[in-house]
């Protein structure tokens, strides 16, 4: 099964509603709690990252045999240097986007954290693809 | 516990019409960032924070948490308020500090 959703970059107060659909859908499945815990903070931070740093873009969530996969692709600014993207408390957001409580610098540490890989194909300027898969 | 006990124990404002009467709650988070609160809030903690924009809910329902908590006499605003009830997030209000709030918490639940 594949659930496909747009990210808008237009409207932040929205953030986040795919990953809440998206885990709701995995409820429905009757998936084990704990995958779908994981499942929702690595996608909701991916999902808040195409957003805020890629200015928007699309996910596709696919649930297929023994694995959850999740392409994230924005056309943003990309990733200059992914290495220093990934340390905790590293951040670009801006002071507006920080006053709404992003910006931490965790998004991708988090993600590391709740997936069982992650793949960043990024280039500066013409954008970024996140692929997470968490198995079942 | 649960979340009407806590209420009632700390004097809670309760600002959603969303029901709680079934949620436990076994503990809190403290916390503005919303991805230090993602990757650290557990299931069934009250969420204790100043923010109080909309990107708060969707945090609340991935995060499951039972209530979010909003201290220092921080209000939210219609859209909010109206998002929440849609969605049966609870939403409590306090006049009380972070620390407070989570102090006496603590002594309920020891
Ligand atoms: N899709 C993307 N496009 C461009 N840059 C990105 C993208 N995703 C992440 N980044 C860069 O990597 C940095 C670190 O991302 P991370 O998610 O860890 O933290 P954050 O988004 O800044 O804060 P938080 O996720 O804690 O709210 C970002 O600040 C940004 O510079
Ligand atoms: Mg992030």
Redesign the pocket.
Known sequence: MIKRYILSGEDFSIAGEASSSFKAVLKKLGIDAGIIRRVAIAMY?AE???I???GGGECEAEIEGNKITLV?R?Q????PNLDL??QEG????TEEIREL???????????KKYTDSMNIE?EPGK??T?TLVINL | MKVSELIKALGLEVITESSYSDKEVNGCYIGD????VMGKAQENNAWITIMNNINILAVATLTEISCIILCENVGVDETVLSKANEEGIVILKSPKSAYEIANEMGEILK
């Open positions: 931070e808040i990252n195409t805020v740093h890629g994230f924005d943003g600014p990309g990733i993207a990934m590293y951040s670009t957001a409580g992003f910006g931490a610098g965790m998004g991708l540490p988090n993600i990024t954008g970024t996140v | 960032l919303l991805s230090r």
